[in-house]
C-alpha cells in the first residue's frame, strides 16, 4: 500500500502534508511513501532527511499521482494533476466541498473516493484527526503577534520612574479555538482581554483563561449539535452591534475569528464602529479569505481606515509552515490508519464509522 504527495503550488501553500517523523510512522504501519523531488526543500527539509527515514523520492510528479494508493495533499490539485489520478484511489486532504463540488463530483464519478478533512465530526473519537482545530490554534497565536507588530504602544503595563504605561486593550470576536488561542496569547503578553461569541458555552471558557466575557442581554445560544456557530437572528444581531460599539470605543486591539462553515463570513464590525475607533487601533481579520468580519477587509491588504489599520492574510500559516505542517501531518496519519485494514492491507469504508461517513465527499 502506497502513500504518496506531490508538492503544492508554493505560491500560495507552503504547508507540506508528509514530514519526516511521519515518513517512518507510515512504514511503521506497512506503507510505502512516495514524495515529489524538493517536496520539503522550501522548509530547510531537503530530500535526504525523507529518505533517511524510509521515503523514496522521485522526479516524476505523473508517477507518484499513478501509483499512490492514498495520496495526501493539501489544497485540492490543479485540472491536470486531477485527470491524471487512475480510479479506484484515495485522495485526502482540504478541498473546500462547497466551492469545488463540480470538481470533485467528476473524481468521484471516476471511483476515486475524495476525503475533506474539515467535515470532520466534532467527537472525541476524530480529536486528534481535526485539522480545523490544529490549525486554527496556530492562526489564532499568529493573528495577536502580527496584530501587536503593528501596534504602536508596549502591550503590558509598566511602571517606571517615568510613569505608568498602559495595559493595551484587546477584543476577540469569536470565541473558537482560533479565538481562545488569541485570547491566551495576548493575555500571556500582558493584554486586558475581552471577548465575544455567540455561544454562551464560550464564556466559562474565555474566563477561564482570564478574559472578560462581553454578554448581550437577552443572549440566545446560537450553537449547533456539532458545536459550530450558527447564524443569529436580525434582533441579536442589532443587540451585539449597540454593544460592540460602545466597546470598540477603548479597544486598542481586534482581534476577528468568526466563521460559519460553508458559507461567506458574517459582516460583525460595521463602517461606523471602526471610524469611531482610536487612532493607532488594530484589527487583524482571521476571516478575511472568506470575506472577513468587517465592512472593509480586504485579504493581503493593509487597510487604512481613519488612523485604524485593518489586515488579515488569505493563508496565515504560510507564516508559520513547519509547525502547522508538523501538526497536520498528524492529522493525516491518524486518518489514515483509521482509514487502512492492515490485517487485509486494503482501504476500509466503512459508512458505519461517523468519521468516514462525513469525510466522504460525493
Do not use: W
Not at 56 to 77: G, Y
Not at 176 to 191: D, E, F, H, P, S
Not at 241 to 248: A, P, W
Request: proline share 3%; charged share 25%.
Amino acid at each position: 500500500m502506497i502513500i504518496g504527495s506531490v508538492s503544492e503550488n508554493k505560491n500560495t501553500e507552503k504547508r507540506i502534508s508528509v514530514t519526516p517523523e511521519n515518513v517512518k510512522k507510515f512504514i511503521s504501519n506497512g506503507f510505502k511513501v512516495y514524495l515529489e523531488k524538493n517536496y520539503g526543500n522550501h522548509l530547510d527539509i531537503d530530500d535526504n532527511k525523507f529518505a533517511e527515514n524510509g521515503a523514496e523520492i522521485f522526479d516524476s510528479k505523473e508517477k507518484i499521482i499513478k501509483e499512490s494508493d492514498i495520496l495526501l495533499q493539501l489544497n485540492l490539485p490543479n485540472e491536470k494533476d486531477l485527470s491524471t489520478i487512475p480510479p479506484n484511489k484515495n485522495l485526502i486532504g482540504v478541498f473546500d466541498p462547497v466551492n469545488n463540488k463540480d470538481r470533485i463530483s467528476k473524481l468521484s464519478g471516476n471511483n476515486i473516493n475524495v476525503f475533506s478533512l474539515e467535515l470532520l465530526p466534532r467527537i472525541t473519537r476524530a480529536q486528534s484527526m481535526d485539522i480545523l482545530s490544529s490549525q486554527a490554534n496556530l492562526a489564532g497565536y499568529k493573528a495577536v503577534v502580527d496584530a501587536f507588530s503593528y501596534f504602536n504602544k508596549a502591550i503590558p503595563m509598566m511602571m517606571t520612574a517615568a510613569g505608568t504605561i498602559p495595559a493595551a486593550k484587546v477584543l476577540v470576536v469569536g470565541a473558537g479555538v482560533a479565538g481562545l488561542q488569541a485570547i491566551a496569547t495576548a493575555k500571556r503578553m500582558g493584554a486586558i482581554v475581552f471577548a465575544t461569541d455567540v455561544r454562551m458555552a464560550s464564556k466559562e471558557q474565555v474566563e477561564s483563561l482570564g478574559g472578560k466575557f462581553l454578554v448581550v442581554e437577552g443572549s440566545e445560544n446560537l450553537e449547533t449539535s456539532s458545536g459550530y456557530a450558527k447564524e443569529a437572528s436580525d434582533e441579536f444581531k442589532k443587540k451585539q452591534e449597540g454593544l460592540l460599539k460602545d466597546t470598540l470605543k477603548k479597544i486598542d486591539i481586534v482581534v476577528c475569528t468568526a466563521l460559519i462553515p460553508g458559507k461567506k463570513a458574517p459582516v460583525i464590525i460595521k463602517g461606523d464602529m471602526v471610524k469611531e475607533m482610536p487612532k493607532g487601533s488594530i484589527i487583524y481579520d482571521l476571516a478575511a479569505s472568506q470575506g472577513g468580519n468587517t465592512e472593509f477587509t480586504k485579504a493581503d491588504e493593509i487597510v487604512d481606515i481613519n488612523g485604524v489599520k485593518i489586515l488579515g492574510d488569505s493563508n496565515l500559516l504560510n507564516k508559520l509552515p513547519i509547525s502547522a505542517s508538523n501538526l497536520y501531518s498528524k492529522n493525516l496519519l491518524n486518518f489514515v490508519i483509521n482509514l487502512y485494514d492492515k490485517k487485509n492491507n486494503k482501504i476500509n469504508i466503512n459508512l458505519e464509522d461517523e468519521i468516514i461517513k462525513k469525510t466522504l465527499v460525493k
